[in-house]
């Protein structure tokens, strides 16, 4: 397809002019319009023509309908007060006084209100041209304020420019209220807008028809009447401007790691904005598309953020999930008839009735007896009547079931299908869901469930850690919203942290050593006694392979904690570090070990736990009357990663529950006695059903075991990975461990976390070592990596980084931290929010408490960081 008109052979790329278009919050502010004043002499700058189409006021759409419904009752003064005065105090704000243009506006407005008033009816026409008062009375204020920054500013009524098509069978209220209108390229439009130095500001939302009637282009229209200008002017870009600087992988709003979608070819961008995103209005991508111009995303509060570009050639074609969207207040319609297997017709019988309402449907599915449709409620008014009438038709052909409110949660990417087999973990989400629609789109872009509504964002939420959050490296995924947006708030944030008060000690280990894994005696110290403190638990025994530091072992057994170790060595590093220790004091759970091992450890007097069924079989001998503990895999793994999922049939942890029988048949002829079963599920466990589950299973487990004392809940305890994000709720799980003991007082309950009583109390220190660019990346080079911590490239874990040296000041840098070890993936941080950072500031990884140095290496012969407890 050519870009090139053939009168003026102007393209995309030669074209002098740009449209921004600017959204209701981004117009309704004094900061805001300051912004817009700098954009556009930047535009200028760069040799364009801007062309400003904007929305009205935020809230004053949602006024003018209040306006119209206030005014049938007579009551429409106290609103109509509401309005003007939301304008001038806007003018006052940016210095400028109404023009006669916006007062006349005010004044007929109140005249329209008072006819009503008068008449007791309002007509479609009558209805869009009061809705339209909005963008009018907006652009007025643009104008005049623009004009006194300085600019040429030329303002244009846009019913002179954008006429709306006719439509066959439209009926009144589509025609006056959700137009469309033709956009091919204008050459007269360009002759008339050709002036250099100029910025023609006009309004969204509205246009009109051959009678010269105002009409609407439907809610989100703004964004069309750019797209549409745009592709009249057959411009150079389109530029959106919101409140969010670009299309995000969620909704930000609710996921705060919803990750910036850098790039997207046209098809995806619909596609996302289509399945819920509210971004983007679904119907302003095909002008842009037909005519090959590139469509930008920024936001006005932040212009300087790189936002997202929609082209022909954005995006990435390889197959990849790139959002989770969800839309909500979905109703769905079943129709169920055994008539309709092998008969010709009855889905058009069925559509047709639709039709004949009116309503517009979504998605569909089949089966040889049964179809449910979605509809969608942007497309229809489904009030409970037109519902109702509906579903007393199609009763004359089927069975009818109405189902919501339900939420569409849609996986939107490319080729989809030829990565399903990759989704799995993501789609095991929705065993715990009653799904009642799934369709994968024909163009392969998305596939879609549709489930309970109150499950929605819940699901969309874990979903997206899944799909999207641990994909670490990709052109397309950008830095996340908390990143962005989280840098003005991290002094304010970091002010209650340990590390915080301890700054300037921090700074001088760092500057001193280079790289340093610190940790916290104090804070080590309160997660011991908060853990010893819960309700019903009798013995915490802490997870050795997270922090095996001398020092720490030592505090933790002043605390009165046991130690569960998974290594002869582990063990061997306990008795030589705590000497007077009681070995029933020690948790020995070895996984594939050899035999001798076991052989050592049950001579040691400590607890040994088996975790599958080898060692019976194999060596029945070593375990006669004996007393062991067995690990059991409840068959189904939890946890921020699949690498630390710890249980189901795809871990090798744990003796299955379906082979209990055996079990029970092989301890009986080893002469082993089980006096303890354990479970651990995973890392990274926020939610104390886990616990409550597993505890419901071991205890259930011990009719087969009647010499069973003691349930090990394992541990997991999730560890918030962001500032201010929550962790465990310690009430709730000292509840559920309260009520599981009630329920079994006989049996001692034990825990054993290791994480949880470490991560957040140390941290590792990195001196900055170089600076480097490559095009649009930064990269912030330290002194230690994946030598020191290996979690970032082994799990995709994130760790808060932050600038020691410059804590107070802003963060206004996206940067990758990166170490000096010779692999790609030595990356501690990507696309991190810094303050500008130079060579020897000591910067702060948090939450490197657990599994740092326990897992570091001397790859490359780098020796990991030194430790010290302060």
């Not at 004053?60 to 003064?77: H, K, M, N, V, Y």
């Not at 997202?308 to 207040?329: E, F, L, P, R, Y």
């Not at 006694?529 to 997870?543: E, H, M, R, S, T």
């Not at 929010?833 to 001397?858: C, F, H, K, N, W």
């Amino acid at each position: 397809m050519t870009t090139a008109d053939s009168v003026t052979g102007t393209t995309p790329s030669t074209s002098p002019w740009a449209v921004l278009k600017f959204g209701g919050t981004s117009v309704s502010s004094a900061a805001n319009w300051k912004n817009v004043a700098g954009v556009l002499r930047d535009r200028l700058a760069e040799g364009l023509r801007p062309v400003v189409v904007h929305s009205a006021l935020s809230g004053i759409t949602d006024r003018l309908e209040q306006l119209l419904s206030q005014a049938l009752g007579g009551e429409w003064q106290p609103v109509m007060d509401q309005i003007e005065q939301r304008h001038r105090d806007l003018a006052r704000d940016l210095g400028i006084v109404p023009s006669p243009d916006l007062e006349d506006q005010f004044k007929r407005l109140r005249q329209i209100a008072a006819g009503i008033s008068l008449v007791g009816e309002v007509s479609e026409r009558l209805h869009a041209r009061v809705m339209a008062q909005g963008e009018l009375m907006a652009t007025r204020l643009g104008a005049a304020f623009l004009t006194a920054q300085g600019l040429d500013v030329q303002w244009v009524d846009v019913r002179t420019v954008l006429k709306a098509e006719s439509r066959r069978n439209a009926n009144t209220r589509s025609s006056y209220l959700s137009a469309t209108c033709s956009y091919e390229p204008d050459v007269e439009l360009q002759r008339r807008w050709s002036s250099p130095g100029t910025v023609w500001i006009t309004q969204g939302f509205i246009a009109s028809d051959d009678n010269g009637d105002t009409v609407l282009l439907g809610r989100g229209g703004s964004d069309t009447s750019g797209s549409y200008l745009a592709a009249k002017l057959q411009a150079r870009r389109l530029e959106i401007w919101t409140d969010v600087p670009g299309m995000f992988s969620a909704n930000p709003r609710s996921v705060a790691t919803a990750r910036l979608l850098r790039a997207l070819e046209y098809d995806e961008a619909q596609e996302i904005a289509s399945s819920g995103a509210k971004v983007l209005h679904p119907r302003c991508i095909m002008p842009v598309k037909q005519y090959g111009i590139p469509l930008y995303v920024y936001a006005t509060q932040t212009p300087k953020l790189e936002g997202t570009v929609i082209s022909a050639q954005g995006g990435n074609v390889a197959a990849q999930v790139k959002a989770v969207t969800i839309k909500k207040n979905i109703t769905l319609i079943s129709m169920e008839t055994v008539g309709m297997w092998h008969s010709v017709g009855f889905l058009a019988d069925a559509f047709q009735v639709f039709k004949d309402h009116g309503i517009s449907i979504d998605l569909v599915s089949t089966s040889e007896t049964s179809v449910t449709v979605s509809l969608d409620p942007a497309a229809n008014t489904l009030t409970k009547a037109a519902l109702d009438a509906l579903t007393l038709d199609l009763g004359k052909i089927c069975r009818v079931q109405v189902i919501g409110p339900c939420a569409a949660v849609s996986l939107v990417g490319r080729n989809i299908r030829a990565i399903l087999h990759r989704l799995g973990d993501a789609l095991e989400l929705f065993e715990e869901q009653k799904i009642y629609l799934v369709t994968q789109a024909a163009n392969d872009l998305n596939i879609t469930f549709v489930i309970d509504e109150e499950q929605g964002d819940r699901l969309v939420s874990r979903l997206h850690e899944i799909a999207i959050r641990k994909m670490t490296a990709d052109r397309v995924l950008g830095p996340t919203w908390e990143e962005l947006y989280g840098g003005a708030n991290k002094a304010t944030d970091t002010s209650a942290q340990w590390w915080h008060v301890r700054r300037n000690d921090l700074v001088e280990l760092g500057r001193k050593h280079g790289a340093a894994f610190v940790y916290d005696r104090a804070t080590l110290t309160a997660r011991a006694q908060a853990l010893k403190a819960l309700p019903g638990i009798d013995d915490v025994f802490y997870a050795l392979k997270a922090n095996w530091h001398p020092e720490i072992l030592k505090l933790f057994q002043q605390q009165g904690l046991g130690f569960e170790c998974v290594s002869r060595n582990e063990v061997e590093h306990v008795i030589e570090t705590l000497p007077g220790l009681d070995r029933k004091k020690i948790l020995f759970t070895p996984n594939f070990a050899p035999r001798d091992e076991y052989a050592w450890g049950l001579e040691q007097g400590i607890w040994v736990t088996l975790d599958n069924l080898h060692p019976l079989k194999a060596w029945p001998e070593l375990f006669k009357g004996r007393d062991v503990f067995v690990r059991i895999d409840t068959g189904y793994g939890r946890g921020h990663h699949d690498k630390v999922r710890t249980a189901g049939v795809h871990s090798k942890f744990g003796v299955p529950l379906f082979e209990m029988d055996e079990l029970e048949r092989l301890v009986k002829s080893s002469g082993a006695r089980v006096v303890g079963l354990h479970a651990h599920t995973g890392s990274g466990v926020f939610s104390v059903d886990n616990w409550q589950s597993v505890g419901e299973i071991l205890t259930g487990l011990t009719q087969r075991f009647p010499d069973v004392h003691t349930v090990d809940l394992g541990g997991g305890l999730g560890v918030p990975e962001r500032l201010g994000q929550q962790g465990v709720v310690l009430a709730e799980f000292g509840a559920a461990l309260a009520a599981l003991k009630t329920a079994h007082p006989k049996l001692k309950l034990w825990i054993e976390p290791g994480r949880y009583l470490v991560a957040e109390a140390g941290v590792l220190l990195a001196q900055v070592t170089q600076l480097k660019g490559k095009g649009e990346v930064q990269y912030v080079g330290v002194a230690t990596g994946m030598n020191s911590l290996i979690r970032p490239a082994l799990y995709g874990a994130h760790h808060e980084i932050l600038n020691l040296t410059r804590l107070d000041d802003l963060a206004t840098e996206v940067v990758n931290v990166v170490g000096p070890i010779c692999e790609s993936g030595d990356q501690l941080g990507l696309d991190r929010l810094l303050p500008p950072t130079q060579e020897g500031d000591v910067l702060l990884i948090a939450t490197a408490g657990a599994y740092g140095r326990a897992m570091s290496s001397t790859y490359n012969l780098r020796e990991p960081a030194q430790e010290f407890l302060i």
